[in-house]
Structure formats: structure tokens, C-alpha cells
């Protein structure tokens, strides 16, 4: 679901978007790196509770020759080391496109609070455009879903990085 623009009466509702925005920012300049390798241009951040950067990745499967090297998964490996647990209850992350499966699935093993991404994933999205694995209710963790943030800039770093493959 995308989230509603903010009330102006409402100052937490406007300071966790410019929050939400500015840690976006910081996953697009991950997907920057991933595109200047040649990489899907796929950028991720994990914070804490305090807001202190604990993970960050970038797309990195073809350097690593790891299918498994997703931003999300790169992001989480870090994320987890740092905190010293492979659980991240308190934590968010900030990723520039939905997560596919794989990579959602993690996400809810790691037990994370919040998940925020930029572009929807028509063809391997598993949070809203092919599945909605955050609100599976088999399942015995939920999270908060922002979807849209930054969402154009996101988008165009994927369509030209495709667009230029393609020449």
C-alpha cells in the first residue's frame, strides 16, 4: 500500500518521510555503485532503533558469483554482524526496489519492523506486484510496508541502466 501523503498538522507523520527520504538517499547511492559495476542497480540500507547505518549493500551477484549477493541480502548479512544476531527486531530497511522472494523472505526471518522501498517490482516483487508475502498470515512475523518512497528516482535508475543494456 502506498502511503498517503502526510497531514501538514501532523509533525511525526512529515518528519518520518523526510526520515524515510533522506535514508532512501543513501540506498540510491548504493545502487549507483551496483550500476557503475554493471550490477542491477539495486541499493539497500539497514538502520537501528537510534538511526545508526549498521548495513548497506548493493546488487553484487555477478561479482561475487553469488545469486544470493542481492542488496537486501548484502545489506542483512552486515546488518546482522554488527548487531552480533541474526535478528533485527528494531530495525528498518531502506532498499530502492521490492524485494523478490528470496530477499522478503530473509527479511521477515531477520524479523525486521519496517521495510521501505522506492520502485514496485512488477516482475519479481513480493511484497505487492507478484506477491504479498509481508501479509501472508501463515506466517509468524509481520511488518510495516512503505512502498513509493523516491519512487521516480529509483524507477529511472533501473529503466536507464536497462535502456543502456540494450544498445
Same mark, same amino acid.
Given at each position: 500500500?502506498?502511503?498517503?501523503?502526510?497531514?501538514?498538522?501532523?509533525?511525526?507523520?512529515?518528519?518520518?518521510?523526510?526520515?524515510?527520504?533522506?535514508?532512501?538517499?543513501?540506498?540510491?547511492?548504493?545502487?549507483?555503485?551496483?550500476?557503475?559495476?554493471?550490477?542491477?542497480?539495486?541499493g539497500?540500507?539497514?538502520?537501528?532503533?537510534?538511526?545508526k547505518?549498521?548495513?548497506?549493500g548493493?546488487?553484487?551477484?555477478?561479482?561475487?558469483? +553469488? @545469486?544470493?549477493?542481492? %542488496?537486501?541480502?548484502?545489506?542483512? *548479512?552486515?546488518?546482522?554482524?554488527?548487531?552480533? &544476531?541474526? #535478528? $533485527?527486531?528494531?530495525?528498518?530497511?531502506?532498499?530502492?526496489?521490492?524485494?523478490?522472494?528470496?530477499?522478503?523472505g530473509?527479511?521477515?526471518?531477520?524479523?525486521?519492523?519496517?521495510?521501505?522501498?522506492?520502485?514496485? +517490482? @512488477?516482475?519479481?516483487? %513480493?511484497?505487492?506486484?507478484?506477491? *504479498?508475502?509481508?501479509?501472508?498470515?501463515?506466517? &509468524?512475523? #509481520? $511488518?510495516?510496508?512503505?512502498?513509493?518512497?523516491?519512487?521516480?528516482?529509483?524507477?529511472?535508475?533501473?529503466?536507464?541502466?536497462?535502456?543502456?543494456?540494450r544498445?
Amino acid at each position: 500500500m502506498k502511503t498517503s501523503q502526510p497531514q501538514l498538522n501532523d509533525p511525526t507523520l512529515i518528519d518520518q518521510e523526510a526520515i524515510d527520504q533522506a535514508y532512501m538517499c543513501l540506498a540510491i547511492g548504493e545502487a549507483k555503485k551496483a550500476s557503475s559495476l554493471q550490477e542491477v542497480p539495486v541499493g539497500a540500507v539497514v538502520i537501528d532503533k537510534a538511526g545508526k547505518i549498521i548495513g548497506q549493500g548493493h546488487n553484487q551477484p555477478i561479482a561475487s558469483h +553469488d @545469486p544470493s549477493a542481492h %542488496a537486501e541480502i548484502v545489506a542483512l *548479512r552486515q546488518a546482522s554482524a554488527c548487531s552480533r &544476531n541474526y #535478528r $533485527l527486531p528494531d530495525c528498518t530497511m531502506y532498499v530502492t526496489l521490492e524485494p523478490c522472494i528470496m530477499c522478503i523472505g530473509a527479511v521477515l526471518q531477520a524479523r525486521l519492523r519496517r521495510l521501505v522501498y522506492g520502485a514496485d +517490482d @512488477p516482475k519479481g516483487g %513480493a511484497c505487492v506486484s507478484l506477491y *504479498r508475502l509481508p501479509e501472508d498470515t501463515r506466517l &509468524n512475523h #509481520r $511488518l510495516e510496508v512503505v512502498r513509493g518512497v523516491c519512487e521516480a528516482e529509483c524507477r529511472t535508475l533501473l529503466q536507464e541502466f536497462f535502456r543502456r543494456r540494450r544498445l
